[in-house]
């Protein structure tokens, strides 16, 4: 038995397959899940909460503004690379191009506002975060290359870009401690300059497989324009989102406070391994089904990824404020009441990530960007409201409210646009038995 339970997991972490490359996607996550851990734990440990705070200040605008300058190039490239590949060197020239210009733009927009943005901080951390938004066009870079390896469905070279960033930092960062030059500024370049050489690598991956071409580039350029503005609310929305808690608590609470929130928050995200694992190959696999295999492979998805979810929350839930204390310090267990309210949050954001791949692959990213919409409509008054009055525990409370608005709508999208019932979100046995044959466990 445990030869052939081997056996099965050897094929499926070799294999090419939806699920094997799930699988693998999944595995990646947990080394750089381990990784950022590593990271997370040595800077905290060593910056304090305070400390940490200007760390998440700093590296929060290069990501967030390069997120919301994507015109949804990301996702358009994959689609239009897979429904027209004749077109792949143009198309991939034109996102290349676009991309460039548009991370360039959100580097002047970042140095320019900056000073607003974190007026309630030194003058140095200011100007320091100044410097760090040059590395924006590469934040944007990286999401055209791991759109351009997974269109060919080579998830196993898009996942190398995933694991090596952290993995670089993470020997950077020991190099700083063991050189006694860790300040907090270091710590940042540490997350931010492996980017450089990473790009690099992947661009050179990339012009050998695509051939870039300098003409012809106009029809391209409509067509990633026009599916991208239609995703364009999708990447600036889940941007939004995902960092508007740390945004307003940057704006409205100490350095402090900022620091228990990312840690609550960075150790919970941690679980959305599921949902990016399936997403990252749901997508690309179900562009090219009928519509009633997408929404069946979608609720499959979705039942799977919320209960493997669930388990490891329930499990945090009590484990949770040990770890927190033996990982980051006693200094840190202030955020264990936001922490056990972010892990209800996430599961449901979990299960809504996923459902929302079957209104991607039907061609339909405005419902996605009117169900993230919804979502952060919610989520800004309901955080301007409460972390005056809560603290960091009224932000978590935020998301999650805002956050089950969202599944709610989710829901009711696929009869009111679809036109079809909502997947079922409990887990049936033909669900069990999918993943034992994909296993291949045989009795």
């Known amino acids: 038995m445990k030869a052939t339970i081997a056996k099965g997991f050897r094929s499926v972490l070799e294999g090419r397959g939806g699920f094997a490359a799930t699988t693998q996607t999944f595995v990646v996550k947990i080394i750089i899940l381990a990784i950022n851990l590593g990271t997370g734990i040595i800077a905290a440990r060593f910056l304090g909460p305070a400390g940490r705070g200007e760390l998440t200040a700093m590296l929060l605008w290069p990501q967030l503004l390069a997120f919301t300058m994507t015109l949804g190039l990301p996702k358009s490239l994959l689609y239009n690379l897979k429904k027209q590949p004749a077109e792949r060197s143009r198309f991939f020239s034109t996102a290349l191009l676009m991309s460039l210009v548009l991370g360039s733009l959100a580097s002047i927009i970042g140095i320019v506002f900056m000073p607003y943005w974190?007026?309630?901080?030194?003058?140095?951390?200011?100007?320091?975060?100044?410097?760090?938004?040059?590395?924006?066009?590469?934040?944007?870079?990286?999401?055209?290359?791991?759109?351009?390896?997974?269109?060919?469905?080579?998830?196993?070279?898009?996942?190398?870009?995933?694991?090596?960033?952290?993995?670089?930092?993470?020997?950077?960062?020991?190099?700083?401690?063991?050189?006694?030059?860790?300040?907090?500024?270091?710590?940042?370049?540490?997350?931010?300059?492996?980017?450089?050489?990473?790009?690099?690598?992947?661009?050179?991956?990339?012009?050998?497989?695509?051939?870039?071409?300098?003409?012809?580039?106009?029809?391209?350029?409509?067509?990633?324009?026009?599916?991208?503005?239609?995703?364009?609310?999708?990447d600036l929305i889940n941007g939004l989102s995902f960092q508007i808690a740390q945004a307003l608590v940057v704006g409205l609470l100490s350095p402090a406070a900022m620091g228990l929130y990312t840690v609550a928050l960075s150790m919970t995200r941690m679980l959305t391994m599921f949902e990016d694992s399936v997403a990252v190959v749901l997508l690309p696999k179900?562009?090219?089904?009928?519509?009633?295999?997408?929404?069946?492979?979608?609720?499959?998805?979705?039942?799977?990824?919320?209960?493997?979810?669930?388990?490891?929350?329930?499990?945090?839930?009590?484990?949770?404020?040990?770890?927190?204390?033996?990982?980051?310090?006693?200094?840190?267990?202030?955020?264990?009441?936001?922490?056990?309210?972010?892990?209800?949050?996430?599961?449901?954001?979990?299960?809504?990530?996923?459902?929302?791949q079957a209104f991607m692959a039907i061609g339909q990213p405005g419902i996605v960007t009117l169900l993230q919409g919804v979502g952060l409509g919610f989520t800004v008054p309901l955080m301007l409201v409460l972390i005056p009055k809560y603290g960091i525990f009224g932000a978590s409370l935020a998301l999650l409210g805002s956050t089950?608005?969202?599944?709610?709508?989710?829901?009711?999208?696929?009869?009111?646009?679809?036109?079809?019932?909502?997947?079922?979100?409990?887990?049936?046995?033909?669900?069990?038995?999918?993943?034992?044959?994909?296993?291949?466990?045989?009795?």
Not at 321 to 345: D, H, K, M, T
């Open 404 to 443: 089950i608005v969202r599944l709610f709508f989710a829901l009711v999208s696929f009869p009111l646009f679809l036109k079809v019932q909502a997947p079922s979100l409990i887990v049936t046995k033909e669900d069990v038995s999918f993943v034992k044959q994909a296993l291949q466990l045989k009795k």
């Open 118 to 234: 974190l007026s309630q901080y030194s003058l140095v951390v200011v100007r320091q975060s100044q410097w760090l938004m040059l590395t924006a066009p590469l934040a944007l870079l990286g999401t055209i290359y791991i759109s351009a390896f997974e269109a060919e469905e080579d998830f196993s070279t898009a996942n190398q870009f995933r694991y090596w960033m952290p993995f670089i930092t993470l020997i950077v960062l020991g190099f700083l401690l063991l050189t006694q030059s860790a300040t907090v500024f270091n710590i940042a370049l540490a997350y931010l300059i492996p980017g450089i050489p990473i790009n690099l690598w992947m661009l050179v991956k990339l012009w050998r497989r695509y051939q870039p071409t300098w003409h012809g580039l106009w029809n391209p350029f409509r067509k990633l324009i026009d599916f991208g503005l239609r995703c364009y609310g999708i």
């Open 286 to 356: 179900a562009i090219a089904l009928s519509r009633d295999e997408i929404i069946t492979l979608t609720g499959r998805a979705a039942r799977l990824t919320g209960l493997l979810t669930i388990v490891c929350a329930v499990f945090l839930m009590f484990a949770g404020p040990v770890l927190l204390g033996l990982l980051y310090g006693s200094e840190f267990l202030g955020s264990v009441p936001a922490f056990r309210i972010l892990l209800i949050e996430i599961v449901i954001h979990s299960i809504i990530g996923v459902l929302a």
